[in-house]
């Protein structure tokens, strides 16, 4: 059995709005109870529309921020402010602009040797053959070493941000958004090497996206998300052939299908997302759902089940 790289436990994270001197502000709940695990080796995808908190858990998963509630662990250390020093080096993020995320004053070759200099690992022959190793790994070649981030394509600049999140060794990568910014034809190669890289190297994935076409090439497990709250989570396979919350199956049936002769019915939500300032009692996502009841307004639901938890009082059969 794999061991488990990243595992958290009601993990949330609140956020202070407005106020003032005489007025006191508001508070978001940008991410709430938040229970998940990656294995090494395995991928877990984050799904859900703009604003649902998946930036949010990643920013807590990086340690970039740290939760309001729960309880977050990187290889069994409990991550706290205190131990951020020591882990961060075993969670590393690629970022969906891969030329936003590039100092486009440096070379490719001082790029990927900085966090090697920052941490202090290693001489400058070390460091050179660490550098040279992760370029070939990324399919770069030793002449790109010497050039600026702007001579680069775009899949070849998501390359380079692959093989920077790569020279510290992670045990987990946190991937948000790496080939929506890419050309259609390109995605597929940075997929490819993305799996290619998690087999040979044992990585732990935590994948956040809004396509699904490509979650389903590369994930193992699905958790989908509405409002900073997981509505449903379970193996891929199974998520996307029952989707038992009404939001999931909305989401499924606007996925476009390559088959020209296939006739997916398309689920069409009614209504605005609510604001994170005034989520509704209940259900969240009761506003928009056509299976609503009276007790879908009154009572949140529990995410509930074994290896597919959903959490819908009236959840799809099949």
Not at 142 to 163: D, L
Not at 170 to 191: F, G, H, N
Not at 271 to 292: D, M, N, Q, T, Y
Request: aromatic share 4%; charged share 25%.
């Amino acid at each position: 059995m794999s061991a488990v790289v990243v595992e958290a436990r009601g993990l949330g994270r609140d956020y202070r709005v407005g106020g003032g001197l005489l007025r006191e502000g508001r508070v978001v709940h940008a991410l709430a109870e938040a229970s998940f695990s990656v294995e090494a080796g395995r991928t877990l995808a984050v799904v859900g529309e703009s604003g649902c908190g998946k930036s949010t858990l990643a920013r807590l998963v990086t340690m970039i921020e740290e939760p309001t509630s729960g309880r977050l662990e990187i290889d069994g250390i409990e991550a706290r402010p205190q131990s951020w020093a020591k882990l961060r080096s075993r969670v590393q993020i690629v970022f969906q602009d891969p030329y936003g995320s590039l100092n486009p004053r440096q070379r490719v070759g001082a790029i990927l040797a900085e966090p090697l200099v920052v941490n202090r690992r290693g001489g400058a022959g070390e460091r050179a053959a660490r550098v040279a190793a992760l370029m070939d790994l990324v399919g770069l070649r030793p002449e790109h070493r010497e050039r600026y981030p702007h001579m680069f394509s775009g899949g070849q600049r998501q390359r380079i941000a692959i093989a920077r999140a790569l020279v510290l060794e992670p045990r987990l990568l946190v991937l948000d958004e790496p080939v929506s910014a890419l050309d259609v034809s390109i995605r597929s190669q940075i997929l490819n090497l993305l799996i290619e890289l998690q087999e040979r190297l044992g990585l732990a994935y935590l994948f956040i996206s809004h396509d699904l076409s490509v979650v389903r090439h590369v994930a193992d497990a699905v958790m989908v998300m509405y409002l900073g709250r997981t509505v449903e989570a379970g193996p891929k396979e199974e998520l996307f052939r029952r989707p038992r919350h009404p939001y999931s199956k909305a989401l499924l049936s606007a996925t476009p299908v390559a088959d020209p002769r296939a006739r997916p019915e398309r689920i069409r939500l009614e209504g605005e997302l609510p604001s994170p300032l005034a989520v509704p009692p209940g259900c969240p996502f009761a506003p928009r759902c056509w299976k609503v009841r009276a007790v879908c307004r009154e009572v949140r639901p529990a995410l509930e089940g074994d290896a597919h938890r959903v959490a819908c009082h009236f959840p799809e059969e099949g």
